[in-house]
């Protein structure tokens, strides 16, 4: 048996954090993975995905070029969907070529990759492959993984879902997505894009519940103009399966219909990868939402720490790395730093781009928050030079002048929503962004522009 310090389960972004960490400040680090070195995110996720994205906003912007008064683009060749997705293939190995075992063992941590993944034996034991490691501590971010759904009449093994999407080689002439979140928007517009026909079917009122009204509102908008068709309110009551297409009878709110594509996507949320790690031997509790966690992000056992999808409603990568510095911190020193996602930044990769942090206008109202809304468009100069007035920025203020949070759409929303970002985790006054000078012309000065105009309303 071979004994550590520490102990992480789950090489993803939260388990790669974690172990390199760890291991930075001393600690004897032992890495254990089910799978791939990397995770969801590395191979099914977030690196896939924006490859597929970019590739699809390349082959959109062609076919956009009399917009900037250029001749109309007429391709030597047809798409090849096969070559784009080994292009995609490409990238996801070029990460992982910096994400495999070797690199970290370099590193002085040492990396057991086994399929039979680790279970615990007891508190202070885990076993992976047949062998026995035991540990002062623990950090479990094992992530999730697509939630399972199958319509009446259907055979889960027909549907796509994000993990063995990536596996296609052969463009669908119709896909439809069941689930309106992010996965669905960012994959269906990218597969229109290609030339794919789109269906997007989502039993809530509207796609992305999640995101502001307003801005859900505009990228819906935005989407149908794409050509991709949206059914909201409606449930899907029974599927059946013909060579090469699929028949679903959907429930919409003008009554029952039938949609069919040659292609269903299964995209209705993500479940805790718990199964497997016997929890209850190391006195660890669970429920089906994941890993129960305090704010330190230790669990029951007060040695095991968790983080990432396994533990937290915010699965996203960034979200994951953040609570493994947590967990180390606290590890090396007890109770020293809280899990505070409060100022907690994300964006959905669509075009035009949507990204939001902290607080929104439709959270402080049922709250009771007391807040100002600072709106802008954007039509700042930087968007009316490139063609893309499409979006607005949403900054809500405190009663005592302090960012609390935004709601953004347009184009690179995801990274001048930073800023805002920045002000809402560190307190700062709106004075500071009046003092700052932003480049011109550049996107993020809508930032300061909304707060320009809320205190120029003042006098």
């Known amino acids: 048996m071979k004994n550590y310090d520490l102990c992480v389960i789950g090489a993803g972004s939260g388990g790669l954090v974690a172990a390199t960490t760890g ?13 791939k070195i990397g995770g969801e995110c590395t191979h099914s996720g977030c690196i896939p995905s924006k490859a597929l994205i970019a590739a699809a906003k390349a082959y959109q912007t062609s076919k956009d ?7 109309p683009y007429a391709p030597a060749a047809a798409l090849d969907f096969a070559q784009v997705m080994e292009h995609v293939n ?10 495999t075992p070797d690199v970290f063992e370099n590193m002085g941590i040492d990396v057991v990759v086994d399929s039979s993944g680790a279970k615990f034996i007891d508190a202070h034991t885990v076993e992976i492959g047949g062998e026995l490691i035991a540990a002062k501590y623990f950090v479990i971010c094992t992530g999730s993984s697509p939630r399972p759904y199958c319509p009446a009449g259907g055979d889960p093994q027909q549907f796509l879902h994000n993990e063995n999407f990536w596996d296609l080689r052969q463009q669908p002439k119709s896909i439809t997505f069941i689930g309106g979140g992010v996965i669905s928007a960012e994959l269906g517009q990218a597969m229109r894009r290609l030339g794919t ?48 297409q699929t028949t679903l009878t959907i429930k919409t709110p003008a009554g029952t219909a039938e949609l069919t594509a ?3 996507f299964i995209a209705v949320g993500r ?32 040695h095991i720490y968790t983080c990432g999808d396994v533990t937290s409603p915010a699965k996203f990568t960034h979200a994951a790395s953040y609570q493994a510095d947590v967990c180390i911190a606290n590890i090396l020193k007890e109770n020293s730093k809280e899990s505070d996602l409060r100022a907690f930044p994300w964006a959905i990769f669509t075009e035009p781009e949507i990204a939001h942090v902290g607080i929104s206008e439709g959270q402080a109202i049922k709250e009771s928050i007391p807040h100002t809304v600072l709106k802008v468009n954007a039509t700042l100069d930087r968007f009316v030079a490139e063609g893309n007035t499409t979006g607005l920025l949403k900054v809500i203020i405190s009663a005592d002048d302090l960012v609390i949070g935004a709601d ?29 000078v932003f480049a011109y012309p550049t996107y993020s000065e809508i930032v300061k522009k909304a ?4 205190l120029r309303s003042r006098f």
């Not at 600690?27 to 254990?32: A, E, H, I, N, S």
């Not at 490409?90 to 994400?99: I, L, S």
């Not at 184009?411 to 962004?433: D, K, N, T, V, Y």
């Open 90 to 99: 490409a990238v996801v190995q070029g990460v992982y070529a910096n994400e």
């Open 262 to 264: 040659a292609a269903i």
């Open 23 to 35: 291991n930075r400040l001393g600690l004897k680090t032992v890495l254990l993975e089910k799978n």
């Open 271 to 302: 479940v805790p990868n718990i199964g497997g790690l016997d929890l209850e031997k190391a006195g660890v509790n669970f429920t089906d939402r994941g890993i129960t966690a305090d704010h330190f992000l230790r669990t029951s056992a007060p």
């Open 451 to 454: 707060f320009v105009r809320h």
């Open 197 to 244: 026909d789109v269906n997007i079917i989502d039993h809530n009122p509207r796609i992305l519940k999640a995101v502001d009204p307003e801005v859900a509102e505009i990228l819906s908008t935005h989407l149908k103009e794409e050509g991709i068709k949206l059914y909201a309110n409606t449930a899907v009551l029974h599927c059946r399966s013909e060579p090469g």
């Open 65 to 71: 070029a009399p917009r900037y008064g250029l001749p």
């Open 408 to 436: 953004a759409i347009g184009p690179h929303a995801g990274e001048w929503i930073h800023p805002l970002a920045m002000a809402a985790r560190q307190r700062l006054p709106l004075q500071s962004f009046i003092d700052t």
